[in-house]
C-alpha cells in the first residue's frame, strides 16, 4: 500500500544553519507529493508540492524536488529563522483511495 | 476572510457528554474532512464528504457522527465522549477528490478537552 516515511525528530537548529527533512514514500502509479507545515496552535498549511517526478517545489526559501528514483522528496532550506520552528508533515496523493497519505511529522525548533 | 473556520476552537467536556463541533468552508470546494491530531502530533483521517455524499469513512467509533448539510458545511457529533477523545480535530476542503494535485485547506482547529 501506500505510505510516507519522515525522520524523526525533534530537529534542533540554529538560526541560519541548513535543514534537511528527510521524507521516503512508497506509492503506485505517479502520486503528487506535498510538504505541510503546521505552526503551534494553528492548522496546517501547504507549504510545496510537486505533481511529478522531477518537479521541484518551492516556497518561502523550502524547496524539495521530486525524485522518483529514490523515491523521495526531502525537504530543504539553506538558513533556517526562528520563525521557521514548526511540525513539518510529508504526504501524497496516489488518488486510488481518495485520500491523502501522511508522514508523522517532524517538529523543527531553531533557536537564536 | 477567513477560508476554513471551525466552532468552537476549545472544548473543555466531561465524560459520558455529547457535543458537536461545526465547521464552514467559503473557497467554493466539494470535498471536506475531518483528521483527529493526538499529543504527538499524528494526523489521523476519520471522514470525508464530496458533494454531501460520505466518501471516506474510517474505522472510528460508532460515536462518531459526521453530517454535512451542504457543501460548504461539515459536522462532527460525539456521543458518550471518553477521556481518548481529546485531541484537536481539524476540519479541511479541497476542491475534487480525482484530482491529485489539489491541496487540501486546513481550519485552525477545535481542540477538545474530556475530563
Known amino acids: 500500500g501506500n505510505s510516507v516515511t519522515q525522520m524523526e525528530g525533534p530537529v534542533t537548529l540554529s538560526e541560519e544553519a541548513f535543514l534537511t527533512i528527510n521524507c521516503t514514500y512508497t506509492a503506485t502509479g505517479y502520486p503528487s507529493l506535498f510538504w505541510y507545515v503546521q505552526y503551534p496552535g494553528e492548522g496546517l498549511q501547504l507549504l510545496l508540492k510537486a505533481t511529478k517526478a522531477d518537479d521541484k517545489g518551492s516556497n518561502k526559501g523550502f524547496e524539495a524536488t521530486y525524485r522518483k528514483e529514490t523515491t523521495s522528496f526531502h525537504l530543504e532550506k539553506g538558513s533556517v529563522q526562528v520563525s521557521d520552528s514548526a511540525v513539518y508533515f510529508c504526504?501524497?496523493?496516489?488518488?486510488?483511495?481518495?485520500?491523502?497519505?501522511w508522514g508523522l511529522g517532524t517538529s523543527l525548533a531553531v533557536n537564536p | 476572510d477567513t477560508a476554513v473556520s471551525q466552532t468552537p476552537k476549545y472544548l473543555v467536556t466531561q465524560m459520558g457528554n455529547d457535543k458537536s463541533i461545526k465547521c464552514e468552508q467559503n473557497l467554493g470546494h466539494d470535498t471536506m474532512y475531518w483528521y483527529k491530531q493526538d499529543s504527538k502530533k499524528f494526523l489521523k483521517i476519520m471522514f470525508s464528504y464530496n458533494n454531501k455524499e460520505l466518501i471516506i469513512n474510517e474505522t472510528v467509533p460508532n460515536r462518531f457522527s459526521p453530517k454535512s448539510p451542504d457543501k460548504a458545511h461539515l459536522n462532527l457529533h460525539i456521543n458518550s465522549l471518553e477521556l481518548g477523545d481529546s485531541a484537536v480535530y481539524f476540519c479541511?476542503?479541497?476542491?475534487?477528490?480525482?484530482?491529485?494535485?489539489?491541496?487540501?485547506?486546513f481550519g485552525p482547529g477545535t481542540r477538545l478537552t474530556v475530563t
Open positions: 504526504a501524497l496523493n496516489a488518488g486510488n483511495n481518495r485520500k491523502l497519505i
Open positions: 479541511a476542503s479541497s476542491l475534487g477528490t480525482y484530482r491529485l494535485f489539489y491541496e487540501q485547506y
